[in-house]
């Protein structure tokens, strides 16, 4: 709760006049989130790695099956009715984005709140360093999902209710954890897994299309950099978790 307010305050006061220019920030942090952090964690533990490789794939499909559903529920509601939808069609491309990165992110809470739990009873003081690092790195993150939810249509209300109600899938990943331990800790590296596909779907497939028809050097430049800085950020703030 304490991640998604502290994000949802900046998201709101600080970039919510920027949400499409910022974009290009979510795009940074979700990629590295995922390649630099999530993905490394998986495969360091004890899974198999043809495995993991195989939940990647199952997962990029899946977000994909998931987007066409979406494209043709679309398609069949607006048929023959003699309408143009050039403006309301770009702005349901980017509401798909919104419902995909609320899916990914309840994945990756649950497993946030299943390695709470294990640190927990590990280790008191190991259960602190491990929920302030989970802070720490869900603060870049869910500034990201604010910025997609916001450019997909969402109301602040609505971002931050929906970005909270996922938030408990962390407290449910945790209870699961406590009481069936050995067997969430195997289930962990395949949960990180899908929880990356999601988001490496969504920023390659939905977001940087967006970001590709502002071709001129222009608006590259400040978009090359915001990638940069969403890379930076979630380098810096998760650090000190890969320490431990």
Excluded at 152 to 173: D, E, K, P, Q
């Amino acid at each position: 709760m304490f991640s998604i307010t502290a994000a949802a305050i900046f998201s709101f006061a600080l970039l919510s006049k920027m949400v499409e220019r910022l974009v290009s920030l979510s795009v940074g942090i979700m990629l590295s989130t995922s390649l630099l952090h999530a993905l490394p964690e998986a495969f360091e533990s004890s899974a198999e790695p043809h495995k993991l490789f195989a939940v990647l794939l199952g997962g990029l499909l899946a977000f994909f099956l998931l987007e066409k559903l979406s494209i043709l529920r679309h398609s069949h509601h607006h048929e023959e009715d003699g309408h143009g939808h050039h403006h309301g069609h770009d702005k349901h491309e980017a509401g798909k984005a919104g419902w995909m990165i609320l899916v990914g992110d309840g994945m990756h809470n649950f497993t946030d709140g299943i390695l709470i739990a294990a640190a927990f009873l590990a280790d008191p003081h190991l259960g602190l360093v491990t929920g302030l690092a989970i802070i720490a790195h869900e603060i870049p993150q869910e500034i990201g999902d604010f910025i997609v939810l916001l450019n997909a249509g969402f109301s602040r209300t609505r971002a931050y209710v929906y970005n909270l109600i996922c938030s408990l899938m962390a407290v449910l990943g945790g209870v699961l954890g406590y009481f069936m331990l050995e067997r969430g800790m195997e289930w962990i590296p395949y949960v990180l897994v899908f929880a990356s596909s999601g988001f490496i779907y969504i920023a390659v497939s939905d977001l940087m299309p967006q970001m590709q028809r502002r071709a001129t050097l222009r608006e590259t430049i400040p978009q090359v950099i915001l990638i940069g800085l969403g890379v930076v950020i979630v380098l810096v703030l998760t650090s000190h978790a890969h320490a431990h």
